[in-house]
């Protein structure tokens, strides 16, 4: 079957610093239980998102790998993203973890691949040697891109001066209450694509008073507003939702514009608050 001609049409995409395409928006599947997790992604792939992102750690990607096959789609018209999990940075560890990705999507090659968390008090403080295991990924065709989530620059920085290894993309958390300016910058002057997670803070921004009233001046929900502000901002986003109505709602956010001003006003609500942990302390490993 032919490409949804919607989704191709309305999702811009970006160029990665590899010269692989992403498409902007996708669908994250984070807490969406296992059992749940091919029907969800099937209905996102039927409303027309083309891009999905997963982990290791969510245990589902057998669930969008599952949904991917059973499409219509080929699976080279689906940008997939996954993650090494916490307990496999050691270099044998995550070569393992890889087949292991790959196996449970049940895919040849994944399009993204990355380290999921810097974890710099454990393994020594070595993502390092981590990161050249990507790079090998890469060289055999099995990763298309690879990067890295919730690096902050001083990681990036160590990384470059001890490795050839290239981010495409620095996955961190970012919303109007955690604008991340000074990273997001970081990430531009280096090449590297920033992709937001928890793009609405996984709802609490929702309410906000500004938000709500830029909303209603331009007609549309807030999660509308909040997910096209990142999209005016150059990030790439993927909302998660079980909710059939919700997952349509963040897919219609190609149909209007931000003004300057509204987008200032967004960017000035930020309070640098977290939703998740700390990159630089956090240390849990799934058992
Ligand atoms: N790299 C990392 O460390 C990391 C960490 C966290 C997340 N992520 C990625 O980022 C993705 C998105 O982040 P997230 O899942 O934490 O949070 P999120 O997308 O900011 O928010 C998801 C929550 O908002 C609700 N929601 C979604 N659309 C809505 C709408 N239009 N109106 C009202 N509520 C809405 C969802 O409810 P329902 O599902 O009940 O509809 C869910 O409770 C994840 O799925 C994952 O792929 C990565």
């Known amino acids: 079957m032919s490409p949804d001609q919607s989704t191709a049409d309305t999702v811009p995409a970006l160029v990665l ?51 991917v096959a059973r499409s219509d789609l080929d699976r080279s018209e689906v940008f997939v993203t996954s993650k090494l999990n916490n307990g496999f940075h050691r270099p044998d560890d995550a070569r393992r973890a890889f087949d292991k990705t790959l196996g449970e999507l ?16 454990l393994y020594d403080g070595d993502f390092v040697s981590t990161g050249e295991v990507l790079v090998e990924f ?11 989530s919730n690096f902050q620059p001083h990681h990036l920085d160590r990384l470059r001066t001890n490795s050839d290894v290239v981010p495409a993309v620095n996955q961190i958390e970012v919303h109007p209450y955690l ?17 937001a997670w928890s793009p609405i803070a996984q709802g609490k921004v929702l ?10 001046g331009v007609g549309k929900t807030p999660a509308q507003v909040v997910l096209r502000w990142h999209i005016q901002r150059g990030d790439i986003v993927f909302p998660k939702s079980v909710t059939t109505s919700r997952m349509q709602e963040n897919f219609e956010i190609f149909d209007f514009e931000l003004a300057p001003g509204d987008m200032d006003r967004i960017t000035a609500l930020n309070r640098d608050e977290r939703t998740g942990p700390d990159p630089d302390t956090f240390d849990y490993v799934p058992t």
């Not at 895919?107 to 008090?121: A, G, K, S």
């Not at 300016?181 to 920033?194: E, K, M, Q, V």
């Open 17 to 67: 610093n590899d010269g692989h395409p992403i498409p902007q928006l996708g669908f994250g599947v984070f807490q969406i239980p296992p059992p749940d997790t091919e029907a969800a992604t099937t209905t996102a792939l039927g409303i027309g998102y083309r891009h999905i992102d997963t982990a290791e750690m969510y245990q589902n990607e057998k669930g969008v790998g599952l949904a």
């Open 179 to 195: 604008t991340q300016n000074d990273l997001r910058a970081y990430d531009a002057d280096h090449g590297i694509a920033t992709e």
């Open 207 to 216: 309410g906000d008073p500004t938000i709500r009233a830029i909303a209603a």
């Open 106 to 121: 049940g895919f040849e090659f994944i399009d993204l691949f990355l380290i999921h968390w810097p974890l710099p008090t």
């Open 138 to 148: 890469q060289a055999d065709g099995r990763a298309r891109s690879i990067g890295v």
